[in-house]
């Protein structure tokens, strides 16, 4: 080791910590701070109000929100209600399909974008028009095209002979949620695929090599190469889109109105018509908290399925 | 080094049938856009319109105040973008490289803020607005926004600082540089891709972003796109027509960022960062 | 604003007063009986709080404001959205009260959302909007939560008097009203009056009648679609379904009871299911607003459509229809032998008065103004159906719109919303009447699970529990 190796590698003081390591410390914690402050100004005191909120009965006064603890009453009620289980089932399975598609499609996508040579602009510029736009407006345009009279969807189905009679999309329990997750997956596909996408870059290209020298074809090359260094990307890709499928509301809420009756209602639409159409601000939060707690169990579980692959920590 | 045919042709195959596919929807939204309203219900649908008409768009502009929305949807987005690219990439920085403790905890706590439904925070939120009198300003929008957008950026680009090979810090230490000029000079420039897929997703999060602002920006004059777009429909009334041409319009800054800068773009996300 | 003390008193005299006819309790206005929010029947007893305007029993205002000179600015939450309506009313009151300056914020127009962004600010202690415009469904709800203002407390009782029949009734909670009707709506049946006659058929009647021709026309290739109206999951299938129901002799409540389990609500649910399988109706009514079953009808697909009044308007328009011309509009029908014409649902917007307002006289001339013959000419004269006799009841009315004039033939059926939980109320009906109409349950299972949701509702807890 040269001198100034020397100088600055670890030693331990009296303190148990090299000075180096204190300096990072600090530096790590100053440059935290920003974020930090931002973070916790606006999320920390509205995320703590809405959980105070749920372990109170809320009546709305001219003084604004009065408060009576009441416990766990809130939750005792909100889970005593079939519709909040109907509505956990349906975000539940329908999040663990969108997502699994999204990644299925996404990887697809992306390795066919790495695997041509022109089109690559013109792929992310592609790409990212259904994802620039506005939920509302996509679940607008998605209602116009499954309409059940004059819908373009029915008109090609029917004009390439598919289907006899225009089908009901919205309106019946099956193709309603299956129309549903089509405008979704159409939609948030290409979330995944430029994430991925990115992630396929950090790959050294001498991987490829040594595997092409060791003679593996495409498929052991994807297997063994490509795939386990994407894994990270992909967690990453998994963990946020099933935190947004979670809270999924925006396409429902135009396309289905949670309906028919309530096949298509998720957590985070059952949370928003118990705090502002019904104006039960207790029992609205605690559906919020409950969701909160569902989506971190489920983030949990997907982040252990990906033990140590979101990134092992350098040290 | 050419990627053998097989594979480039599976991959033109694949990626033409998914592009199609993808702009097939948004073919249909931009021609309704340009039908005038008694053909955008007929029954069989024209694939082509008969007719072409501007008046939704002149609508858009003329009687709604689109054009103000779209500043104010401009100055909102890049503001946030900017804020949360420079915050989030320190915090990441902090999290993949340096020793601190507590990381875990950290992320998941990030984790929980971007999982809380906005909904339910929009109320204390707007209070909080309220009693510093933040209401209908810039602001109110860009630092929720900048909040709200953090964390998946910070966990974005900790996994990019994390692929930067060691080696280079302890370089850079050695050559006695601080903390912070490493992560500046070297590092920062190593994470372009995560940089551009961090900002591509912060931006259309702020662009397309509707309750907050809905709540927060209520004077007309510093509403945003997504508002301005709810505020064409009537109570009985869906004008498809005004709506998609609100919407084609809102799509083309964007389009057009991504066309000027696509080079770094495509580049950044389609070339490695890291040579071998 | 009064004290705590003070208001829990007038509430309770107000309550034990048995005030609010409830003429929303779903029944036919006109049968007078009286029903409070809390489901029982209730005497009426005269106090010294309480007065007989127009017949409701509201209570005496407490805190009587001279807005004689008011001036200030105040903020009024329009949902006007498009059209001059609102600058025009604007321009009009400033002109005659130079001393108040109205600055207007335009709101969303779906219930829902502007429910949830007035609450937001409201209930976050916002001062403004100072006035807003609000569903016709909403004062009890409202009320109940303290975002709208009791006006009959500050208001002469005179000025109720102006109002249409059954208006205030359905404006009023616990004795005090919250909300000033500023433009009824009302609905009509639309029909091809070039298709009738050419298969020479009359003006249906009865509802039987309309299946009957319809379907002839329907068969004889006149037109794809014999009969479209609203029967998607949301508020509007409850105005739809009430109309049937109170043409059958039903009513949601009775004696705030559910009481979906008659005869009557089975024959019009029947009905409505029976519209879809004799191919009548498509199946994708289920899916239809406003409006998709306008543009079915504008684009000359079907025979019959049951809307609000701006679709006649629509359906003149050159821009967007192609029946311009071909129109009739008439009374909606009812069922044989259940009086000459069908009910129609109250629909419509209030003006409501933000509790936290910072210029409650200028407010209050403010809303004195908008529900004045002037206002009400101009709104009027933008189609919008007027609230206050003097311009409803006027004969010339109906050179504003036709459907103006066919006005005196309407019967009206409230909505229940008498009740803070009327949301809850609501989607009980329109939640399990679309999915008889979607055939997913039987009629008698359905209406049996609206019985037993909407009593769950009214006993506090929102839908399902929730």
Request: charged share 10%; proline share 5%; glycine share 8%.
């Amino acid at each position: 080791m040269s001198k100034a190796m020397e100088r600055h590698a670890s030693f331990r003081t009296e303190r148990g910590q090299t000075s180096v390591v204190r300096h990072d410390v600090r530096a790590g914690f100053g440059m935290l701070t920003p974020a930090g402050i931002v973070i916790l100004a606006v999320t920390i005191f509205p995320i703590l109000y809405s959980v105070w909120m749920s372990f109170n009965s809320i009546q709305l006064t001219e003084n604004g929100f009065q408060f009576t603890f009441n416990g766990i009453q809130n939750y005792v009620d909100v889970y005593s209600a079939p519709l909040f289980w109907h509505s956990v089932w349906f975000t539940v399975y329908y999040s663990i399909v969108t997502v699994a598609i999204e990644l299925f499609l996404g990887l697809l996508i992306a390795l066919a974008i790495q695997n041509v040579e022109k089109l690559k602009s013109v792929s992310v510029v592609v790409m990212l028009i259904p994802w620039s736009l506005i939920t509302v407006i996509s679940a607008e345009m998605w209602s116009y095209i499954y309409n059940g009279v004059y819908g373009v969807l029915n008109a090609i189905l029917q004009g390439l002979g598919f289907i006899h009679s225009p089908i009901n999309w919205t309106g019946e329990p099956v193709t309603a949620v299956i129309a549903l997750m089509a405008a979704d997956i159409w939609k948030t596909t290409p979330f995944v695929v430029i994430i991925l996408l990115s992630g396929l870059q950090m790959i050294p290209k001498d991987y490829y090599e040594a595997a092409r020298i060791d003679g593996a074809n495409g498929w052991q090359i994807f297997w063994n190469v490509t795939f386990p260094q994407l894994r990270g990307s992909i967690a990453i890709a998994g963990l946020f889109r099933i935190l947004q499928a979670f809270g999924i509301f925006d396409l429902p809420f135009v396309l289905t109105q949670g309906g028919p009756g309530s096949t298509t209602t998720s957590l985070a639409m059952l949370g928003e018509e118990t705090l502002f159409t019904n104006l039960h601000f207790g029992l609205g939060a605690a559906v919020a908290v409950s969701t909160v707690i569902l989506i971190l169990g489920a983030c949990l579980i997907f982040l252990s399925a990906f033990r140590g692959m979101v990134g092992e920590e350098a040290q | 080094m050419r990627k053998p045919l097989y594979q480039r042709v599976i991959g033109y195959v694949v990626l033409i049938f998914f592009l199609v596919v993808i702009l097939l929807p948004f073919y249909w939204m931009f021609v309704t856009s340009f039908e005038p309203n008694s053909d955008i219900s007929a029954y069989p649908p024209a694939y082509f319109p008969h007719h072409w008409t501007l008046s939704h768009y002149e609508e858009a502009f003329g009687q709604f105040h689109f054009g103000r929305y779209i500043l104010n949807s401009v100055i909102v987005s890049i503001t946030s973008t900017f804020f949360v690219l420079l915050f989030g990439s320190m915090a990441g920085f902090a999290i993949a490289r340096l020793p601190i403790k507590a990381k875990q905890p950290m992320l998941i706590f990030l984790l929980i803020i971007s999982v809380f439904p906005p909904l339910v925070v929009i109320t204390p939120l707007y209070m909080l607005l309220r009693d510093v009198g933040w209401l209908d300003s810039y602001q109110a929008l860009i630092i929720p926004y900048t909040a709200f957008n953090l964390p998946f950026a910070i966990w974005i680009l900790r996994n990019y600082f994390l692929q930067v090979p060691g080696a280079l810090f302890e370089a850079a230490k050695i050559d006695g540089a601080s903390v912070f000029m490493s992560y500046w000079r070297i590092f920062l420039p190593l994470t372009t891709p995560g940089l551009f897929t961090a900002a591509v997703f912060t931006f259309v999060a702020c662009w397309t972003e509707f309750f907050m602002a809905l709540v927060f920006n209520p004077d007309n004059t510093m509403r945003t796109i997504p508002v301005g777009i709810a505020l064409f429909s009537g109570q009985y009334t869906v004008p498809y027509g005004t709506i998609f041409a609100g919407s084609v319009v809102s799509i083309v800054p964007i389009v057009i960022l991504v066309v000027i800068f696509r080079r770094w773009i495509v580049s950044g996300l389609t070339q490695g960062a890291v040579k071998g | 604003m009064k004290s705590k003390v003070k208001r829990w008193t007038s509430v309770a005299l107000a309550s034990s007063a048995a005030a609010a006819l409830v003429v929303g309790c779903g029944q036919p206005s006109g049968t007078g009986t009286a029903n409070n929010a809390n489901g029982s029947a209730s005497t009426v007893t005269s106090t010294d709080n309480m007065v007989s305007v127009a017949g409701v029993r509201i209570a005496k205002p407490t805190h009587l404001v001279n807005y004689k000179n008011a001036s200030g600015t105040i903020v009024w939450a329009e949902s006007f959205t498009t059209g001059p309506t609102a600058s025009e009313l604007v321009a009009a009151f400033e002109k005659k009260y130079p001393k108040i300056k109205v600055r207007l914020q335009v709101q969303p127009s779906n219930t829902d959302t502007n429910r949830a962004d007035l609450t937001a600010s409201i209930s976050g202690g916002s001062s403004t909007p100072d006035v807003y415009m609000g569903d016709v469904i909403w004062p009890a709800q409202f009320a109940h939560n303290q975002l709208a203002a009791p006006l009959s407390d500050y208001l002469p009782t005179s000025f109720w008097a102006r109002f249409s029949n059954g208006l205030v009734a359905g404006a009023t909670y616990n004795g005090k009203v919250y909300a000033a009707p500023l433009f009824a709506d009302t609905a009509f049946l639309y029909y091809r009056k070039d298709l009738l006659a050419k298969y020479h058929l009359p003006v249906p009647k009865t509802w039987q009648q309309l299946q009957t021709e319809a379907s002839y026309i329907v068969k004889h290739g006149g037109a794809k679609y014999g009969f479209v109206w609203q029967g998607a999951d949301y508020e509007g299938l409850t105005c739809d379904f009430d109309e049937y129901l109170a043409d059958a002799g039903g009513s949601v409540l009775t004696n705030g009871k559910a009481s979906l389990n008659t005869p009557a609500a089975k024959q019009a649910l029947s009905f409505m299911r029976g519209l879809i399988t004799s191919g009548v109706t498509p199946q994708s009514v289920d899916t239809f607003q406003e409006a998709q079953s306008e543009n079915v009808f504008t684009q000359g697909n079907a025979v019959f459509l049951r809307n609000w009044s701006y679709a006649w308007s629509d359906s003149q328009n050159p821009a967007s229809s192609k029946v311009v011309g071909k129109v009739g509009v008439a009374p909606l029908p009812t069922f044989a032998g259940h009086g000459t014409n069908g009910y129609s649902t109250v629909g419509g917007w209030d003006l409501y008065l933000n509790p936290h307002t910072k210029n409650l006289a200028a407010a209050l001339q403010f809303i004195d103004w908008m529900t004045s013959p002037q206002a009400q000419e101009i709104l009027a004269a933008n189609s919008e159906m007027p609230t206050i006799k003097a311009v409803a009841d006027s004969p010339s009315l109906a050179k504003y719109s036709p459907v103006f004039a066919l006005l005196p033939q309407v019967k009206f059926v409230s909505r229940p919303a008498q009740t803070p939980n009327y949301p809850a109320v609501s989607k009980a009906i329109y939640d399990n009447v679309n999915a008889a109409l979607a055939g997913s349950v039987s009629v008698a299972q359905a209406l049996k699970n609206a019985n037993q949701q909407i009593q769950q509702a009214l006993s506090g807890s929102g839908s399902g529990g929730l």
